[in-house]
Every structure is written in C-alpha cells, then in structure tokens.
C-alpha cells in the first residue's frame, strides 16, 4: 500500500462522523500513517477537532448539510463515530461513490436496536433475550407483564445507555417510561425486554478487513444506567461459552459486511450466551486496549479499514475506569492526582470543551494482573476531581 502524507493530492482522507474521545484516538492512529483527517461533530473544538487536519461544525442529523460537507471533502473513507447521524446522508453519499464504514446499511441496522435486534434474531437466528417493541404506555406496560420482571426498557434509538432503565416491578414502569421519553435521540419507540439473570457480561471486539477476521480478549465492564465505568481485559470465561461467543461475533459481523471493527456486546450465564447489542466502531469498553494490546482497538480500526494486516501483541492484563463530571462547565479543569502517573497508570484527558453532569472527561488505565488491575483503578479513579 502507498503512504503519502496530509494536505498533499496524493493523500489518504478519512472522515470522522462524530468526534468524541473514541473519535479522537481513531485519528490519532490515523495520522500515525499519514493519513489525512477530518473530523466533524456538532459542537466547535470536540476532541478529534483538537488532533485533525480539519474540522467542521455542523447538525449531524441534518442530511443536506452532511453530505456538502462530504462532497466539498471528497473523503476515501467515512467512519460514523456517532449514532446520531443522518443515516439518509450515508446513503446518499454510498450511492455517490463515497466509502462508508463498514457500509450505511450495517449503520443503519445497528443504530436502531428494533432493527439490529430483529435482524440478529430473527433472520440470523442467534440467541437473545425475550423481547417487545412499543410505542405507548399502555403497551409497554403489557410488554412487561408478558416478559416478566425485572425488565429492560430503553429508547429503540439513543447511546451510551440514554434513556435505559430496569423497571424491577410493575410500579417502576412509569418511572421507566419517563426516563426513556427524556433520552438524547429518538423516543417514539421504546424496547421492552427480559431481563437475563447473566453471570457477567462482555464486549467482544471483532474485526474484519475483508481477508480476515480477528478477535481481541474479551473484555468484562461493569455499567450504570448503560454507561460504561470500569472494564478489564481478560474476562475469565470457560472455553466453551468463548468459542460461542466468537461464533455469534463472527455471524453478526459477517451479515452486517464491511471493514472495520465491531464491538459486540454478549450476555453470558454458564456456558450459554445471548447477543445484546453491537457497535460498527470502537467500543467505549475498549478503552483499555490502550495499555493491553500492541495495536488498540483505534489502531486495528484504521488499519481494517485500509484493508490492512490485523496482527497484534496482547500484553497482558489491564482495567480502565471511566472520571464522569459531577459540574456543569464552560471551562471544565480536571484535577489529577500525581500518583496516578506511574510505570503501571495512565490517565487520558479527552479535553471536552464543555462539561456536564454525568458527562465521561478521562479515564483511568492500569496494567497489572485483572484483580488488582481492577482493585487499583477503582481506588485510583478517585484521584481525580473537577477542579
């Protein structure tokens, strides 16, 4: 393959479509090989602006002003870092010639949980829990009473567990339904569904590059109200429930198509496992793959959407832990304990130019064996403050 370098006619371009923190690493491995990079979000100096050749502002949901940018860019590659895009833009701009990864349809499927759930189920065939999808109270609360309690409800479309609730009894449904209704994104259809008692639950990280595919460790997190807090990789987990873990990842990626990597979400009791969700993109558990791999998940991204080898190191074991804001700021300043800088920590500081409530600002990450790992990142994490 031919490297040239930014801002040159030869260049390689990629598109960020959403510029968070995970955005930001996905370019940062990008310009590791000389790959030009823009980034565009909704808001001005969002951290992948801060590490691009270019940025925009702009409505992500509005089509006509996605795709100017698009045709104005002419990118090789565009990378949905976001669910909230127009998906009518990826289309139109997959029917112009343009190179969406993995492809708009795969986007599409799996930023709707009511699409990807019936495809996973229902064409693929793959195990998942019970579920329903509704769109008025009165619904939803049949919906649970037909799947049992506790029960999962959240939006058929949002990120990083907006709107998601359990409703452990019948008197928490409208609570739930309250919660659901003031999620960022679509509400108008809500997921009701059971409740699996699993013993842990993963994220799978798989990744296809049109030859091959590959798997990174599993990695177990711990989530609240859907967010991730802490993840680790390994996740210890028999022999038998990972190989039907990897063949689920590789029947859902292979249907999905395209290059790029996917994190897939399992739930696992025994040896049995259940599919939850999957992300055509880097994986917010997957932070930890900074410090636990030779080639993060960002690296082995940009490198399976070059079409690139997919080898790599795993190091060994390590945790991450998520700092969240507990301050509305317009001019956010995160106090770090000295300490967490050692041989064995690091701290990584997406530099949001706004922080909110509950809004993820850095992360904590340990190289030690998963226990202490764990142990260490819970008790470091701690060590940072809003200032």
């Not at 999962?152 to 409703?167: F, L």
């Not at 739930?176 to 997921?191: M, P, V």
């Not at 399976?304 to 300043?333: I, N, R």
Request: hydrophobic share 40%; charged share 30%.
């Amino acid at each position: 393959m031919l490297f040239s370098a930014p801002l040159k006619t030869s260049s390689k371009k990629i598109m960020l479509l959403g510029s968070g923190e995970l955005g930001k690493e996905v370019a940062i491995e990008a310009q590791r090989l000389g790959i030009e990079v823009v980034a565009v979000d909704r808001y001005e100096n969002a951290p992948a602006h801060l590490v691009s050749n270019r940025s925009y502002v702009v409505n992500m949901q509005d089509k006509e002003a996605v795709l100017e940018i698009i045709r104005l860019e002419k990118p090789d590659y565009i990378l949905p870092e976001i669910e909230a895009i127009s998906i009518d833009a990826l289309f139109a701009a997959e029917e112009e010639g343009f190179c969406v990864i993995p492809n708009a349809e795969a986007v599409n499927k799996t930023m709707n949980r009511k699409n990807i759930r019936r495809f996973a189920a229902e064409e693929l065939e793959i195990k998942t829990s019970r579920y329903h999808f509704v769109c008025t109270y009165e619904d939803m609360c049949y919906a649970a009473e037909d799947v049992g309690f506790p029960c999962v409800i959240k939006p058929v479309m949002s990120s990083s567990g907006h709107g998601q609730s359990i409703a452990r009894t019948p008197f928490d449904l409208e609570n739930s339904w309250e919660i659901a209704k003031e999620a960022r994104g679509d509400a108008s259809e809500l997921i009701v569904e059971e409740f699996i008692r699993f013993d842990y639950e993963i994220t799978l990280l798989t990744v296809r590059n049109g030859k091959e595919t590959v798997f990174c460790e599993p990695i177990g997190h711990i989530q609240k109200d859907g967010d991730y807090i802490y993840s680790w990789q390994p996740m210890e987990m028999s022999k038998k429930a990972l190989k039907r873990s990897k063949a689920i990842a590789k029947s859902i990626t292979d249907g999905l198509g395209g290059r790029g990597l996917f994190g897939v979400e399992l739930f696992v009791k025994g040896d049995e496992v259940y599919f939850s969700e999957v992300s055509p993109r880097p994986h917010d558990t997957g932070m930890v793959t900074l410090i636990t791999q030779s080639q993060s998940e960002f690296a082995l991204h940009v490198r399976a959407v070059l079409g690139l080898p997919l080898g790599f190191t795993f190091y060994g074991d390590g945790a991450s832990a998520a700092f969240k804001s507990t301050v509305e700021s317009h001019e956010p300043v995160i106090d770090v304990d000295d300490t967490l800088f050692d041989d064995k920590t690091f701290v990584r500081v997406f530099g949001k130019p706004e922080a909110h409530i509950g809004r993820r600002m850095a992360v904590v990450l340990v190289f030690d064996k998963v226990n202490k790992a764990l142990k260490k990142a819970k008790k470091l994490i701690k060590g940072i403050k809003d200032a």
